[in-house]
């Protein structure tokens, strides 16, 4: 039972199985405010909430908010320190579904992050964050309208699982010269390097299956997509980070290839494929020497392996994805990361699902959400088998805490996954429709008004775009 919150008196409780949500017509949702803009984004996205459940389902359906408490406010109703108290872990473990606004995280000390704990605490392994356009948002880029991407962000592990220990810390000093003295020597790859002894060090953990699980949920939502939109690609530093980011591509691969066969083809292979499709007698070398062009230059033993590569491709898929057949598959391919910072802009249209590791995954977020009218329209979703907790992309933002002043179309837009998660779709169109044109209408908060041309005077404020797109419903 709980200590010092108590569930809506009606109401019933979401449940899951087999990774999906079976939502009741009055389903009970536990919610955070969330601290700094939290305390202006909530009220205005909750209203907005009620009123898209209210106008599409006539009382049929409604919400039940439950209010749990995380970071200064928890700390205010349960106690110092006490940032993520354990009535709010029961209520989100009970009633499966919940959103959040944004909670603050110290730099350098202090506590670790509370919004990456609750990812952690409730396995929520794949973070989604579609960054599309609306039409009329202001843009720094000339072409917003061309990305429309979905990013798949592994939510759990990598530098996120906060393995670090502090310069000059004891067991970080042991670690460092274990390190240089036993374990860097004992690997010859390694040659004489050393690591400097006033460093600070943290570990980078990607395992096999926290990749694959993550690239599977993004397959999955690849084949829900149009079939123009039907396109994995693997993001990663792999070149660098060969045994952490560049096994993430390999088990993507490995995964997509043996899960999906049937379903999708590898750039790779599609170009193999291409390749006898123009020319039915083209020899396996020949092959081989169009899909790597630097073939020539190559020691024998890495063209064999090509030329193997091209033989297996063919006798193994031929059959099944030959003769363009592959056209009408899942494209996966590969990017590495600090490519596709410069390709979502450059060729926006040429990408759709991303997935990609936690730290990629934050950054590359915030930079999409940039091209389609910034932080103030980045919804999110963390999603795992059994619970999902809804967030937009930003933080607390602080510097426009209580102001009513920022744009809550983030966490609108986070209940509006919420929505379509549950199956109401008919809620999530209308909040989408409502959104849409009050932008396209030029009533905005602060952050779209001063990019506007010319640019709008004065804004709306938090609580009355939220107000706007109500209006807007019908
Ligand atoms: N999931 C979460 O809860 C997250 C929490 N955080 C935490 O939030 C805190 C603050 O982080 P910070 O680096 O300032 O990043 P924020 O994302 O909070 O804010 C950065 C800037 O983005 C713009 N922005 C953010 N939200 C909105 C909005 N709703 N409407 C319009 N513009 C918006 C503002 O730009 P401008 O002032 O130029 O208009 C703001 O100053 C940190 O403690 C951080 O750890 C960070 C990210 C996610
Ligand atoms: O938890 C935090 O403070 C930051 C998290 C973050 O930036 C994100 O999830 O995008
Ligand atoms: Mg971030």
Sequence with gaps: MYEKIAPPETGSKITFKNGEPI??????????RGDGTGIDLWPASQKVFDAAVKEAYGGKRQINWFKVYAGDEACEKYGTYQ????????????????????????????????????????????????????????????????????????????????????QGSEIGDKLIKLLNTELIPATPEHGKKQIPLDS??????????????????????????????????????????????????????????TEFRGECVTERESWILSNKERNPDISLEENARQIDPGYDALTEEKKAQICQEVEDVLNSIWQTHGNGQWKNLVMVNDRIADSIFQQIQTRPDEYSILATMNLNGDYLSDAA???????????????????????????????????????????????????????????????????GEAISNREVTYDLARLMEPPVEPPLKCSEFAEAIIKYFN
């Excluded at 939502?23 to 955070?32: A, C, G, Q």
């Excluded at 609306?134 to 061309?146: C, D, I, L, R, V």
């Excluded at 999603?383 to 009513?404: N, R, S």
């Design 369 to 435: 959400a940039a091209i389609v009218g910034g932080l103030g329209m980045g919804p999110g979703a963390n999603i795992g088998d059994q619970c999902a907790i809804f967030e937009a992309t930003h933080g607390t933002a602080p510097k426009h805490a209580g102001l009513d002043r920022v744009n809550p179309g983030s966490v609108i837009l986070s209940g509006v996954m919420m929505l379509e998660f549950m199956g109401w779709q008919e809620a999530a169109d209308l909040i989408k429709k409502g959104l």
């Design 83 to 166: 940032y993520l108290p354990q009535d709010t872990l029961d209520a989100i473990k009970e009633y499966g579904i919940a959103i959040k606004g944004p909670l603050t995280t110290p730099i350098g000390g202090g506590i670790r992050s509370l919004n990456v704990a609750l990812r952690q605490i409730f396995d929520l392994y794949s973070c989604v964050r579609p960054c599309k356009y609306y039409a009329g948002t202001p843009s720094p880029h000339k072409t917003p309208e061309k990305l429309d991407v979905i990013i798949y962000r592994e939510n759990t592990e990598d530098i996120y699982l906060g393995i670090e220990w502090r």
């Design 23 to 32: 939502v009741p017509d009055n389903p009970i949702i536990p919610f955070i």
């Design 200 to 257: 600070g060090i943290g570990i980078k953990p990607i395992s096999k299956t926290g990749s694959q699980r993550l690239v599977r949920r993004a397959m999955k939502n690849a084949l829900r997509l149009p079939k123009n939109k039907q396109q994995v690609t693997l993001v990663h530093k792999g070149n660098i980070m060969k045994y952490t980011e560049g096994a993430f591509r390999d088990w993507g691969y490995e995964l997509v290839t």
